[in-house]
């Protein structure tokens, strides 16, 4: 039997996983990594750590005594999003990568705005949004000059870790369509962008589909990892074109709920001219030539894990939350906004923070736990909103991530979007996306589509209750009202941060 590895380069942790040609996990490895937030609102990590966990995973998969290293025939990765790597002549980092959820660059975002005008738009097809590549570029080219000059080109995180495994310098559309430098639609580099901030072409990698062989392993690669030189490396793609592989949403009709440490709604697009305005963002799929509309809470299940770590340390989820089934929506009038680290959709704000509006004597922890994941859904229910009024129809939901792990988050979610959850069985989120895109680049499978009805598997489905999704339609406009409301507050709070 073949395997294939999917490795996922996530925010907390880089999970590797290797599967069989029916799709079966046969082992999985995890390394967490460090987060640096030096100032408030900044976040950063160190990319040898990425390459350091990634290598160490693998190893760790390798040692399996059921695993056949000789047998792993290919791999690919799935990658947290719009991180800045720079690299220096000798092909080594500049300074630390700045990550997704880093929000120093508001002056940048509006320096692009005003320089891009309707270009923006219309050429990268999103909103300049302090996460993205872009800005984090022109923020160390006017705050650190010195590391700028040193820099020759640019990766994202998952580009640095295969680079440093193969030696060959690439990133593939899904991941290059989250940067503000690629032309989405004609799936080039666009020369307008770069000239208007004055970046030469050769600051930007070689662009591949997610799909693409790029390599082998380097030698020393093969060592540290125990993997065959031969293994065929795969480009891998954006931790949300990949997730959405892995949930098999490979057409229209589907949509996704993704609750990791940010949460996505996210929606298959096949046509390239697909409008929304900006209002959500519109990026290259990891399928050859199709895209995805997604909204985006910064801080979906990174508001039940600072909860828990705040007010349960050392507790299991599952000790959390026991209780919460039992608590009628609304959690006895207790609302959340999960602003914990700003927002991006559908309010692009850096400075708004999270609040608990209606809290009385009579909640216990478990209600703040149960209004922090209604919260979350709420906020994602704005994406479903949202995807609604643009005329799309929402009533299949496939759920994936960490938030999918709990049934009572998965019905909440079935209960709040008015809409069919579907749970995976064995939920992978995006290491599974990541590890199709191997087996379709071995050829085990003629198209993505036909790997994804051997690979993907529905689990239960969660169907909408109808007095909780009226009572929770009546809880949403509240909810809604909440970002108007504190939107001042925070403005006059943000000095004392
Ligand atoms: N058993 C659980 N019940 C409910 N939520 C969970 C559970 N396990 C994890 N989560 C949620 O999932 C999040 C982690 O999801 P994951 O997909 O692993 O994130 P990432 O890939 O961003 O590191 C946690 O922050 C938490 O909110
Ligand atoms: O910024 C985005 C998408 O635009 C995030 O989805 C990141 O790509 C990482 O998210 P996690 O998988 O760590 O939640």
Known sequence: ???????????????????????????????????????????????????????????????????????????????????????????????NAILWNDTRTTAQC???????????????????????????????????????????????????????LTGELHMDYSDAAGTLLLDVAGKSWSASVLEAFGLPASFCPPLVESHGLVGTLLPQSAD???????????????????GAIGAGILEEGLTMCSIGTSGVILSYEKNSAS???GKVHFFNHGKEDAFYAMGVTLAAGYSLSWFKNTFAKGESYDELLSGIEAIKPGSNGLLFTPYL????????????????????????RKHFARAVMEGITFSLNESVDMFRKAGKTVDRVISIGGGAQNPVWLQMQADIFNANVIALENEQGPGLGAAMLAAYGCGWFDSLDACASQFVKHAAVYEPNEAAVEQYAGLFAIYQQVYAQTQGLNESLKAYR
């Open 1 to 95: 039997m073949s395997y294939v590895i999917g490795i996922d380069l996530g925010t907390s942790a880089v999970k590797a996983l290797l599967l069989d040609k029916n799709g079966a996990i046969v082992a999985e490895a995890s390394k967490s990594y460090p987060l640096f937030h030096e100032h408030s609102g900044w976040s950063e990590q160190r990319p040898d750590d990425w390459v350091d966990g990634t290598i160490a995973a693998l190893r760790e998969l390798t040692s399996q005594p059921n695993v056949n290293a000789d047998a792993i025939e290919g791999i690919s990765f799935s990658g947290q999003m719009h991180g800045l790597v720079l690299l220096d002549e000798a092909g080594n980092p500049v300074r």
């Open 110 to 164: 509006r320096e692009i705005e005003f320089t891009l005008g309707e270009q923006l738009l219309s050429i990268t097809r999103n909103p300049a949004l302090e996460g993205f590549t872009l800005p984090k570029i022109l923020w160390v080219k006017q705050h650190e000059p010195e590391n700028f000059e040193k820099s020759k080109l640019f990766l994202l995180p998952k580009d640095y870790v295969r680079y440093r």
């Open 224 to 242: 540290d990892t125990g993997l065959p030189a031969s293994t065929k490396v795969f480009a891998g793609g954006a931790d949300n074109a990949c």
């Open 275 to 277: 409008d929304f305005g």
């Open 341 to 364: 680290v700003g927002e991006r959709t559908p309010h692009a704000d850096s400075v708004i923070r999270a609040s608990f509006i209606g809290v009385d004597g009579s909640h216990e």
